[in-house]
């Protein structure tokens, strides 16, 4: 579905977390794809990732005091409505002047306040939710609107249409096979070890980062090399002058898809992204759940651990001795790790962007009529 006359801009609002920035992103590419004409904001705070990434990409980046949303009583909940009143008009703004037929939501902490004050403004709300379990933000705006889109089949929400992550097109599109040998040599990596790729996201994972920091001598005993994304100043050093496969540690890889398509099995947190992404590309995981907040990480796994295609492991269980005990196998065990490769393909979406823009340009045609 091409973009319409109806849709000249949009505003998209999303900010914090690689989370909700991530797919923001991928909806802008998307939309700009359909029409590089199309005006698109976004709207997010003065410390999150959006800082970086939504300038670099090449939009415009609006921002609105951060609106926390207590859990417990205290005298956050007592400057609650003086500073939610402060955000809301802080969106407001942001909306007068840039002229959006829709807002689009992706959760978090500016969201609310987008919410607020499009709909005091009859502009169309869109929502996207990214985890299993909808956070605050976007329980209130399914209220809002009847263009609600969400990641997973169990996220209860009303309105609710399944579509998938929006993801970044490098990975949407990637062909693991097809790059392999590219993705080896840009890492320093063999063409003859299975390869493992650890990472906790852009800020690490300590629980990952010190199991396998014991274990570089041991994996690269079986025949194991590594790929481990330790997260910005939290590499380490290991005596990589023993013969044996490599054991690579980065703090950050901006090539991702690189990593993709180099890795055999990956060893991961289960945010909604990282779990879409690898089920996209088809690449089997160990899903190891953050053991804090309100346990979403766990319920994004649920189906691809379900199809097979992923396992899960407890925080508290990765452990120096589970890697001997049961990862060795399992990345060593060829057979295993190609059904579980195509059990998370057969799960993975890879049209999720294509299929929100479709409900934004929706959106904007039913001005005036919701």
């Known amino acids: 579905m091409s973009v319409r006359p109806g849709l000249a801009s949009v505003l998209l609002a999303g900010g914090g977390s690689a989370g909700h920035v991530s797919p923001l992103l991928a909806l802008a590419d998307c939309l700009r794809r359909r029409d590089p004409e199309l005006r698109v904001a976004a709207l997010g705070t003065q410390k999150g990732l959006e800082q970086r990434l939504v300038p670099a990409r090449g939009y415009d980046l609006r921002t609105i005091p951060k609106v926390a949303f207590p859990r417990r009583p205290g005298g956050g909940l007592a400057r609650l409505p003086g500073a939610l ?29 987008a919410y607020l004050a499009a709909r005091k403004r009859g502009i169309p709300i869109v929502v996207h939710e990214q985890n299993s379990r909808p956070g605050l933000a976007n329980r209130l705006g399914a209220r809002m609107t009847p263009y609600v889109a969400t990641t997973f089949a169990s996220t ?16 949407a599109r990637l062909d693991r096979a097809a790059n392999r040998a590219q993705a080896l040599a840009h890492f320093g990596l063999d063409d003859h070890h ?3 790729l650890i990472t906790g996201g852009s800020l690490g994972a300590q629980r990952l980062n010190a199991a396998f920091a014991s274990r570089v001598d041991s994996l690269r005993a079986h025949g194991i090399q590594a790929l481990h994304v330790t997260g910005l100043g939290k590499e380490f050093v290991h005596d990589s002058t023993v013969d044996g496969p490599p054991y690579v540690v980065a703090g950050y890889v901006d090539r991702m898809d690189l990593a993709y398509a180099a890795a ?98 929706i959106a904007a045609g039913s001005r005036g009529a919701i």
């Open 85 to 113: 009143k402060a955000a809301v008009a802080a969106a407001g703004a942001a909306i007068d002047e840039t002229e959006p037929d829709v807002v689009v939501g992706f959760g978090g902490y500016v969201s609310t306040p």
């Open 156 to 171: 209860s929400l009303p309105h609710a249409r399944v579509i998938g992550m929006p993801l970044r097109r490098e990975i």
């Open 194 to 196: 299975p390869t493992l």
């Open 264 to 361: 055999d099995l990956v060893v991961a947190r289960a945010g909604a992204n990282t779990v879409c992404e690898l089920t996209a590309v088809g690449l089997p995981a160990v899903y190891v759940p953050l053991p804090i907040g309100n346990g979403e990480q766990r319920f994004n796994a649920t189906d691809v651990v379900a199809a097979g295609g992923g396992i899960l492991v407890d925080d508290s269980a990765l452990t120096p001795q589970w890697i001997d005990d049961a990862l060795v196998r399992l990345v060593t065990n060829g057979p295993r790790i190609e059904e579980m490769a195509d059990a998370a393909a057969s799960i993975g979406e890879r049209e999720a962007d294509e299929r929100l823009a479709d409900m934004v340009v």
